[in-house]
């Protein structure tokens, strides 16, 4: 990767996103030494500019980002690097150092729990349950929260329509999980249609 530390004496700003949620989780700042760090082992390491040292995100709460993915602006100058959080990234104990609304980008939390379900069984869970009822079942409950959700739209109040569509959204992540496909290829999908 061509990153260009001269230009901003030797540090470089890093956003460090969700990559489920896709949350800004934090910014930090890397020079070269933390990058190849970060690159060998697929830990964040920063550049503490208060410390003067290199710092792991995690070294002492064990909270540590895993790299899942790094991207370079068309700058060279910043990187956004996607990642698995241990836990909090915030050292006041918030998910995000920025405390973004966590619920926004809930569908994609949901996509990756419902994966871990099919991944970890869990005895007593919805999912599991329909999972093992099979295709033609989990078919069959889109379409069911589908026509809901019409009758809903047509004859109900609001909160019905929210509840039937939040089923109809839930159950076509099941549905998609079970033929193994991701949000993110619709999403493309869509995204090519739009052109």
Known sequence: MNIDFDKTDGLVPVIIQDEQTLEVLMLGYMNREAYDKTVQENIVTFFSRSKQRLWTKGETSNNFLHVKDI??????????????????TCHTGERSCFKTDYNSNFINELERIIGDRYEN????????????????KIS?????EAVE????ALAETETDL??????????????????NLKLETIAKNLEERHK
């Open 149 to 152: 959700t019409v009758i809903a």
């Open 71 to 88: 991207k370079l602006d068309c700058d060279n100058d910043t990187l956004l690097i996607k990642v698995k959080a241990d836990g909090p």
């Open 162 to 179: 929210i509840n039937e569509a939040s089923d109809l959204v839930f159950h076509l992540l099941v549905l998609l999980r079970e033929k």
């Open 121 to 136: 069984p869990q005895e007593g869970s919805y999912v599991n349950k329909l999972r093992k009822k099979g295709l033609n």
């Open 140 to 144: 069959q409950k889109v379409g069911e």
